[in-house]
Each structure stands twice: as structure tokens, then as C-alpha cells.
């Protein structure tokens, strides 16, 4: 019979039981920043009064002149009595309520700070070992649950006002749509500490290592100023960081690689004017004013169209300056953004497969790309946005090297013998002799501009899918990860004896669906996913990564 363990009082017992290393994962409730209520709605009341403070400010000079200089006072003074508040002021001014009004303004002030308060005193959170959980509300109450076991992913986000003050967001990413819970928002130091207690809870650590922490110190309204300024520059978030293991993307690659991605669209916005305005204008109008209705509709189709690529070009740049990915001992860590940063932390055993890509132009710089498929909480609702893109974009562009080694990070558990990176085969072949299945020559009409290069391979850790000749691109799908595997067959692939095979995966930008296989090495392929997917789920502990299965 074993003896039960003491139980030690406080949160320092609760604290060392659940594996926390900050005051605020010991299991018991606390509250976010004072200044959350003011960036959650409060900025927006303080726009609109700077709004009527400013339609009124030609007023409240005048008021002003008349209360404390009335001899400074000029006939030759007018003021706009058309708007709405000016009126309205004047009515007060006209029957004598300047003292009730304003009386009745520091009522409703005094009401706002205490809606603002009584919001920030009803929001809590509190992080234990199985849960990070907040409640909310003050009439209509509500209480969000997020499993450490399902976490997809830790992302701390800085908003550039919240950021020169020391504030940060955190969000967890559930396993599912709508699961995601936000801490908004915390201390940055804070943060920082309670990103870390979550990955480390969510890994399987049960006991917190005794490490000595240096009394934490206030800083002033002035040295924070100072540290999120010089953070703009310097960048933040790495401490924890070897700064030889960081994968960085230099300024000049990035611009190059969106210049070219710009210079596309702009050549895609130049065919489509052509085709759709000028010519038809060329073509149909007559007389002398038919060049200049061809230049006057050429320029407002064109503007428009040369404003949105330069849209697209900056959002991407502006979401891709400095771009760093590096590991941690709870995962990849993908951080990015100029005056608004985003840190995402992906735990080990959350990416569902990864692809590594090369458009054509890239080819001469040596440039390729990564992306992967992973679940989320909003992941399934904004597929097809750019919030989405964005996160599924782990390496906007880097050189061989670089793409070798985000992979080996995304995908630590890959066998050391595995070839599952070998380029000659994957990435650039095929080469003589070819490991992968390859579709057959009879399906020419269905892939004729890749045939040959299309094709499938298993390997006891993931199934491989080569595609594209002109935009090469490989994705890898780890067989753990594997949901389930299809294979179909329409009326007109029948009559070929071609099927289609596809690895069930969360949904994402890597497509796990390859057609025109033949329909033996089809089956044969599913098999082999099939029964490596069971083996590979049954060893699988990427999961509760720091913990020892038994």
C-alpha cells in the first residue's frame, strides 16, 4: 500500500503538482490586464469623442475667448451653426445647462470606467493540468474550455498599441471550429511565462523543475515605452532561442521573391485589360473620341487593378518582415510582422503534413517554400482566406538549406535512415532508378505535362506525393496523422483501368488526392497506408511529447 504524498498549502503546492513555472498556473483563477477592457473597446470610445471634440473645436475656442477674454472677442467671428452638435451646444449655451451638462458628462464617464471594470473583474482564467478554461460575462455569463491534450498550437500576438505599452495576446488553437480560447490580454512577460506553462503541461509534465526566478520587478510607464520601441527593431521572443539553430529570411530575398510574385500579377492585370477592354473598345467604338474613351477606360480599369497587386505584394511583406522559424523544446516556433508581431508556437505531433514547393521563376534563385495542413480552430471556416494562408505558410521563400531544415523541425520523428528527404528522388526527380510509383502511360490525356513525374511512395513513416514539372512540389504525410484512405473510380477511369487514391487529412492547402494511378497500384498504395497509419498511431506519443510511455 503506498503512502499518499503531502499535500503542501498555497499556490506554490498547486504550482509545483501541476508543472508551472509562473504564479499563474496553479490551478486557481486570475484575471487578466487592467487595461484589457480599454483595447477591447474602450480605443473605439476614445475615437469617438476625439471625433466630437474635433467637429466642436471651433466652438470650444470660442467659448473659451468668451469666458476668460471676453474684450479679446471680434464681431468678425463666425461659426458653422449647420452641424448637428454645434447646435445642440448652442441650445445648452442658449438656457443656461453648461453646468448640467456637464455634470451629467461626468455621470456618464464615471458609468463607463465602471462598466470597464466591472468587465475586467468578471473576466478570469485559470490553467491546471488538463485545462486552460476562462469565464466571462456579467449578466449573460459564459465559460470557454480548452484541453491541453488537444492544443494545435500557442500563437502570442502583439498589437503595435498594446505592444509599446508591454500588453500581448495569447491564444490557444483548438481541435476544431470555434474552439480557439484567447487570453487578451496579458503582461508580456506574463504572456510569455503562461505560453510557456501551457506547452509544458500539454507535453505530459507532471513536476516543475526547481529553478531559483529572480524576483520580477515593475517597470515604468517609460522603460516599457523604451523596450517596445527598441523591439521593433531588435525583435522579441527568442531568449528561450540558439541563435544558430533560427532560420531567418533576409530582407532582400523576401522583397525579390514578392517583386516577382508582383511583377505576375501585373503581367495577369495587363492580359486582362488587354483582352477585356482594350480590344473590344478598339474593336466597337468609332470616331474621334475613340482614343480617348480607350485611354480614360484603360486607366480606370488599370489603376484599381495596379493598387490591389501592390495591396497584395505589401501585405505579404509586411506579414514576412522579419521572418523567423526556430526550435524550442516545445515545438516550432514561426515568428513574424513589423509593427504588429505574431509568434506562432506549433507543438510536436500537431503538423498534419508538410509541402515543399517551387513556382518557376523561383528556379534560377534557388528558392523553394513550405507550408503545412494542421487543425485549428478557425482553420476549417476561413480555409480560403489570407488569416488562413498565413498560418499555413511556414517558409514564404528560402533557399534549399533553409526548406531542408524547417522540414527536419516540422517533422522531428522522421527515422534518421529514412530517405525521406532526399531530394534527387523527391523534390527534383525523378531519377534512374525511381522509388515512387509513377501514373502509367495510357493516363497521357489526364496529366500530360507531368506524366512521369506525378507519382506516390510509402515509407514506414509517411506517405510521399510528387507533383508538378513546371512548379515542382512535394508533400509529406506523416502516417500518424493519416485520417483514413480512399480509392475511386468514375465510369471513364474504369473503362482505363485508372483509379483515384487520397489520404484523409485535415483540411488545408496540401492535397493528399492523386488521380490516373493504376488500379492495382492504387489498391496496393492504400494498403500499405492503411496498415502503416494503425502500426504508426499505435507507437505514436508526439502527442504528450515530454512524457515516457509505458
Same mark, same amino acid.
Given at each position: 500500500?503506498t503512502?499518499p504524498?503531502p499535500?503542501?498549502?498555497?499556490?506554490?503546492?498547486?504550482?509545483l503538482?501541476?508543472g508551472?513555472?509562473?504564479? /499563474?498556473?496553479?490551478g486557481?483563477?486570475h484575471?487578466l490586464h487592467?487595461?484589457?477592457p480599454?483595447f477591447?473597446?474602450?480605443?473605439?470610445?476614445?475615437?469617438?469623442?476625439g471625433i466630437v471634440?474635433?467637429?466642436?473645436?471651433?466652438?470650444l475656442?470660442?467659448?473659451?475667448?468668451?469666458l476668460?477674454?471676453?474684450h479679446e472677442?471680434s464681431?468678425?467671428?463666425?461659426i458653422?451653426s449647420?452641424d448637428?452638435?454645434?447646435?445642440?451646444l448652442d441650445w445648452v449655451?442658449?438656457?443656461?445647462?453648461?453646468?448640467?451638462v456637464?455634470?451629467?458628462?461626468i455621470?456618464?464617464v464615471?458609468i463607463?470606467?465602471?462598466c470597464?471594470? /466591472?468587465?475586467w473583474?468578471?473576466?478570469q482564467?485559470?490553467?491546471?493540468?488538463?485545462?486552460?478554461?476562462?469565464?466571462k460575462g456579467?449578466i449573460?455569463?459564459?465559460?470557454?474550455?480548452?484541453p491541453?491534450?488537444?492544443?494545435?498550437g500557442?500563437?502570442l500576438?502583439?498589437p503595435?498599441p498594446?505592444r509599446l505599452?508591454?500588453?500581448?495576446?495569447?491564444?490557444?488553437?483548438?481541435?476544431?471550429?470555434?474552439?480557439d480560447?484567447?487570453l487578451?490580454?496579458?503582461?508580456?512577460?506574463?504572456?510569455?511565462?503562461?505560453?510557456?506553462d501551457?506547452?509544458?503541461l500539454?507535453s505530459?509534465v507532471r513536476?516543475?523543475k526547481?529553478?531559483?526566478r529572480?524576483p520580477?520587478?515593475q517597470?515604468?510607464?517609460?522603460d516599457?515605452?523604451?523596450?517596445?520601441?527598441t523591439?521593433?527593431?531588435?525583435g522579441v521572443?527568442?531568449d528561450d532561442v540558439v541563435p544558430?539553430t533560427?532560420?531567418?529570411?533576409?530582407?532582400g530575398?523576401?522583397i525579390?521573391?514578392?517583386?516577382i510574385?508582383?511583377?505576375l500579377w501585373?503581367?495577369?492585370f495587363?492580359?486582362?485589360?488587354?483582352?477585356?477592354?482594350i480590344v473590344?473598345?478598339?474593336?466597337?467604338?468609332?470616331g474621334?473620341?475613340?482614343?480617348?474613351?480607350?485611354?480614360?477606360?484603360?486607366l480606370s480599369?488599370g489603376?484599381p487593378?495596379v493598387?490591389?497587386a501592390?495591396?497584395?505584394?505589401?501585405?505579404a511583406?509586411?506579414?514576412?518582415?522579419?521572418?523567423?522559424i526556430?526550435?524550442t523544446?516545445?515545438g516550432v516556433?514561426?515568428?513574424s510582422?513589423?509593427?504588429?508581431?505574431?509568434?506562432?508556437t506549433i507543438?510536436p505531433?500537431?503538423v498534419?503534413?508538410?509541402?515543399v514547393s517551387?513556382?518557376?521563376?523561383w528556379?534560377?534563385?534557388g528558392w523553394w517554400?513550405?507550408r503545412?495542413?494542421r487543425?485549428?480552430?478557425?482553420?476549417?471556416?476561413?480555409?480560403?482566406?489570407?488569416?488562413?494562408a498565413t498560418?499555413?505558410?511556414?517558409?514564404p521563400v528560402?533557399?534549399r538549406?533553409?526548406?531542408?531544415?524547417?522540414?527536419?523541425?516540422?517533422l522531428?520523428?522522421a527515422p534518421?535512415?529514412?530517405?525521406?528527404?532526399?531530394?534527387?528522388h523527391g523534390?527534383?526527380g525523378?531519377?534512374s532508378?525511381?522509388?515512387?510509383?509513377v501514373i502509367?502511360?495510357?493516363?497521357?490525356?489526364?496529366?500530360w505535362?507531368?506524366?512521369?513525374?506525378?507519382?506516390v511512395?510509402v515509407t514506414?513513416?509517411?506517405?510521399l506525393?510528387?507533383?508538378?514539372?513546371?512548379?515542382?512540389?512535394l508533400a509529406?504525410?506523416? /502516417?500518424?496523422?493519416?485520417?483514413?484512405?480512399?480509392v475511386?473510380?468514375?465510369?471513364?477511369?474504369?473503362?482505363q483501368?485508372?483509379?483515384?487514391?487520397?489520404?484523409?487529412?485535415v483540411?488545408?492547402?496540401?492535397s493528399?488526392?492523386?488521380?490516373?494511378?493504376?488500379?492495382?497500384?492504387a489498391?496496393?498504395?492504400?494498403?500499405?497506408?492503411?496498415?502503416?497509419?494503425l502500426?504508426?498511431?499505435?507507437?505514436?506519443h508526439t502527442?504528450r511529447w515530454?512524457?515516457t510511455p509505458?
Amino acid at each position: 500500500m503506498t503512502t499518499p504524498e503531502p499535500r503542501a498549502h498555497g499556490r506554490v503546492a498547486q504550482l509545483l503538482l501541476d508543472g508551472g513555472s509562473s504564479n /499563474l498556473a496553479d490551478g486557481e483563477w486570475h484575471r487578466l490586464h487592467p487595461l484589457t477592457p480599454l483595447f477591447k473597446g474602450g480605443l473605439v470610445f476614445i475615437i469617438v469623442l476625439g471625433i466630437v471634440f474635433a467637429n466642436l473645436r471651433d466652438r470650444l475656442i470660442y467659448l473659451a475667448v468668451r469666458l476668460f477674454a471676453p474684450h479679446e472677442m471680434s464681431s468678425e467671428i463666425e461659426i458653422d451653426s449647420d452641424d448637428p452638435i454645434t447646435r445642440a451646444l448652442d441650445w445648452v449655451i442658449g438656457n443656461n445647462l453648461i453646468i448640467l451638462v456637464l455634470v451629467g458628462l461626468i455621470v456618464l464617464v464615471a458609468i463607463v470606467i465602471v462598466c470597464y471594470w /466591472l468587465v475586467w473583474r468578471f473576466q478570469q482564467f485559470r490553467i491546471t493540468d488538463e485545462n486552460v478554461e476562462v469565464k466571462k460575462g456579467i449578466i449573460f455569463r459564459s465559460q470557454r474550455r480548452a484541453p491541453l491534450d488537444r492544443v494545435q498550437g500557442v500563437n502570442l500576438t502583439r498589437p503595435f498599441p498594446a505592444r509599446l505599452i508591454g500588453m500581448a495576446k495569447l491564444t490557444l488553437e483548438g481541435a476544431g471550429t470555434g474552439a480557439d480560447v484567447a487570453l487578451e490580454y496579458l503582461a508580456t512577460n506574463r504572456a510569455e511565462q503562461v505560453r510557456a506553462d501551457i506547452l509544458r503541461l500539454a507535453s505530459g509534465v507532471r513536476q516543475a523543475k526547481a529553478e531559483a526566478r529572480a524576483p520580477e520587478q515593475q517597470a515604468s510607464v517609460g522603460d516599457t515605452l523604451s523596450q517596445g520601441v527598441t523591439n521593433i527593431i531588435d525583435g522579441v521572443d527568442n531568449d528561450d532561442v540558439v541563435p544558430e539553430t533560427v532560420v531567418r529570411i533576409p530582407l532582400g530575398r523576401l522583397i525579390g521573391s514578392q517583386a516577382i510574385t508582383g511583377l505576375l500579377w501585373l503581367m495577369f492585370f495587363f492580359v486582362m485589360i488587354v483582352a477585356f477592354v482594350i480590344v473590344p473598345v478598339a474593336i466597337f467604338e468609332d470616331g474621334t473620341d475613340k482614343w480617348i474613351i480607350l485611354l480614360v477606360t484603360a486607366l480606370s480599369t488599370g489603376i484599381p487593378m495596379v493598387i490591389a497587386a501592390v495591396a497584395i505584394v505589401w501585405s505579404a511583406l509586411s506579414k514576412g518582415f522579419r521572418y523567423s522559424i526556430a526550435p524550442t523544446p516545445d515545438g516550432v516556433r514561426v515568428s513574424s510582422g513589423l509593427l504588429t508581431t505574431v509568434t506562432r508556437t506549433i507543438p510536436p505531433g500537431r503538423v498534419h503534413a508538410v509541402e515543399v514547393s517551387q513556382n518557376l521563376l523561383w528556379r534560377p534563385f534557388g528558392w523553394w517554400s513550405v507550408r503545412i495542413n494542421r487543425m485549428g480552430g478557425q482553420q476549417a471556416s476561413q480555409q480560403n482566406s489570407s488569416q488562413a494562408a498565413t498560418a499555413a505558410m511556414i517558409l514564404p521563400v528560402g533557399t534549399r538549406a533553409d526548406a531542408e531544415r524547417v522540414v527536419s523541425l516540422l517533422l522531428p520523428a522522421a527515422p534518421t535512415g529514412d530517405q525521406l528527404f532526399v531530394w534527387e528522388h523527391g523534390v527534383l526527380g525523378p531519377q534512374s532508378p525511381d522509388p515512387f510509383t509513377v501514373i502509367p502511360k495510357r493516363s497521357f490525356i489526364w496529366h500530360w505535362l507531368q506524366r512521369g513525374r506525378l507519382g506516390v511512395r510509402v515509407t514506414s513513416f509517411a506517405m510521399l506525393v510528387r507533383r508538378g514539372r513546371l512548379g515542382r512540389r512535394l508533400a509529406v504525410f506523416p /502516417l500518424a496523422r493519416i485520417q483514413g484512405v480512399s480509392v475511386n473510380q468514375g465510369f471513364i477511369a474504369r473503362t482505363q483501368r485508372l483509379a483515384h487514391l487520397r489520404a484523409h487529412t485535415v483540411p488545408g492547402p496540401v492535397s493528399g488526392g492523386v488521380s490516373a494511378l493504376d488500379m492495382h497500384d492504387a489498391q496496393r498504395l492504400a494498403d500499405l497506408v492503411g496498415r502503416g497509419a494503425l502500426a504508426a498511431a499505435e507507437n505514436d506519443h508526439t502527442h504528450r511529447w515530454a512524457s515516457t510511455p509505458s
